[in-house]
Each structure stands twice: as structure tokens, then as C-alpha cells.
């Protein structure tokens, strides 16, 4: 797949984006601010996401593995533009969040993320936490990006099976209070593919130098190739479509949108 280029003009929109969602980090010190900067400017999940409506309006998002809450922080700047009247035409309907709940297992990121964004608007509520045994709330859309491989294959599979158990949960309340009928719940997970070996090894190099970088400790990883990825998200009831991830980089990285409908029963 091309790179898809976007049209004339939103570039300035997403430099405001940028700037938008950084500057709450300069109240947690030099690191938290440079650190949300570089992420933000050179990782293209964030604008991709965006730009291809991958997260949609009003949504109550889980975000697993949410670091510094960088997620939270972006879409308060999107909310914010869309009540400007400065969304780009071009794109799809902002993304925003109606509730936004974030869980991290390190507590010097969930601290950074109170302390940077935990009076926004959207009120998002930050939870220190293994995600392995987090109770995940009734949501709309989970975000998991490059967090499942720290633990193992039988590990992911019940954060997994978690997920969808939240997301048809949300599908039911939903359906009970008039609202979000007929949408799936949609699950954004980036995941390597250990098929690519040469990528695969790329990112994981530097996906431990980052964390060292932040101060924790660097664990064994647990990669599957993509294909194994997909099917362990089929066998939940997730209708699967592979973004790639790693376009102008070394790395194999993908974005799987997941989407389960009301109707898809859950093992």
C-alpha cells in the first residue's frame, strides 16, 4: 500500500494539532514535553488515525498501555478544533471522546499523564494497572499500540478476549439508551509482524531503547507473525483490515482495525 498523501492545506491543521496536544506536557518538565513533541511528530499512527477516521466522534476509549496519555491529550485538540470551526473538510468527523480511560502499569507515566492532562475537558481518568488484570469499562473503541507483546501468547489472548467482552458490553448499553446503535465496537491494536523478520527485529531494538529512555525496565518481548495476529482476532468475532505502519522505516509494524458487531458471538 502507497503512502496516502493529504490533501493541500492540512498539514498547517495538523502542526495546531501538534502543538495543541504537546503544550500541556511543559507544566511536567522537559522530558514529558520533548518526549510527547518527538512522538507525536514522528510516529504516523496518530495522524493516520485521524485522517482515515479510524476513531470516531464521541467515543468512550479505552486506552491500554497509555503512557503519558498523549492519546487523551490529542483528542481534547481535535475537540477543540472541531468546536473552532478549524477541522479540515478533507477529513472525516473529528475524532473525540465522550469518556477516555487510560491504563498504564509504570506510575511514573501515569503521574506525567495527570499532571499534564488530567484537567482537560474530557476529564480523562487515568489507571494504574496491569492490563492483564484491569477491569476494562463498557467502551466503544480500545486502543492498544505496541504494548501487547510484553507479555505472552496465552496473555494477550485474555487481554484479548477482555476487550471484546468490554466492547459488546458497550455495544449493549448502547443499544439500551438509544445511542451508538448499529455501530461495532472497534478495537486499534499495532502490533510487529515477526514474519518480517529483519523489521521485526528493527523495531524491537529500538522499542527497547525508547524504554530504557523512559525509565523502566526492559522485558522479554512475545512477537506472532500477522497472520496469527488476525486469526487470534477472528476467533473473537473481529472483522480484520491491516493498515501498514512502517512506510519511509526499517520497522514492521501494522495497525489492525478490529471492528465486532453486536451480533458476533465471544469465546
Known amino acids: 500500500m502507497s503512502k496516502t498523501a493529504l490533501p493541500a492545506g492540512t498539514d498547517a491543521v495538523w502542526r495546531a494539532l501538534h ?25 504516523p499512527v496518530f495522524r493516520g488515525m485521524l485522517q482515515r477516521g479510524d476513531l470516531p466522534a464521541q467515543a468512550r476509549v479505552v486506552d491500554i498501555g497509555c503512557g503519558q496519555g498523549l492519546l487523551a491529550s490529542l483528542l481534547q485538540a481535535c475537540a477543540d478544533a472541531q468546536a473552532q470551526g478549524a477541522w479540515p473538510a478533507a477529513w472525516p468527523e473529528a475524532a473525540s471522546a465522550s469518556t477516555y480511560t487510560g491504563i498504564e502499569l509504570m506510575p511514573r507515566d501515569v503521574a506525567r499523564a495527570q499532571a499534564a492532562v488530567g484537567s482537560l475537558g474530557l476529564a480523562p481518568r487515568f489507571v494504574c494497572g496491569d492490563m492483564c488484570s484491569a477491569e476494562l469499562p463498557a467502551c466503544d473503541v480500545v486502543v492498544i499500540l505496541d504494548v501487547l507483546h510484553y507479555v505472552d501468547h496465552a496473555a494477550q489472548d485474555g487481554v484479548l478476549g477482555s476487550v471484546a467482552a468490554a ?13 451508538r446503535v448499529g455501530r461495532p465496537g472497534r478495537l486499534l491494536l499495532r502490533v510487529g509482524d ?9 523495531s524491537q531494538w529500538v522499542d527497547r531503547i525508547v524504554t530504557g529512555i523512559r525509565g523502566h525496565r526492559v522485558a522479554p518481548t512475545w512477537g506472532r507473525p500477522l497472520a496469527d495476529w488476525v486469526a487470534a482476532l477472528q476467533a473473537r468475532g473481529f472483522r480484520v483490515r491491516s493498515v501498514p505502519m512502517s512506510q519511509g522505516t526499517p520497522f514492521a509494524n501494522v495497525l489492525l482495525v478490529a471492528d465486532l458487531a453486536p451480533e458476533k458471538p465471544v469465546n
Not at 167 to 179: A, F, T
Open 19 to 43: 502543538q495543541a496536544a504537546t503544550e500541556p506536557y511543559r507544566q511536567s518538565g522537559r522530558f514529558a514535553w520533548h518526549f510527547a513533541r518527538g512522538k507525536l511528530s514522528r510516529d
Open 167 to 179: 466492547l459488546l458490553e458497550g455495544q449493549q448499553d448502547g443499544q439500551q439508551d438509544g445511542q
Open 194 to 202: 515477526a514474519d518480517s523478520r529483519r523489521g521485526f527485529v528493527a
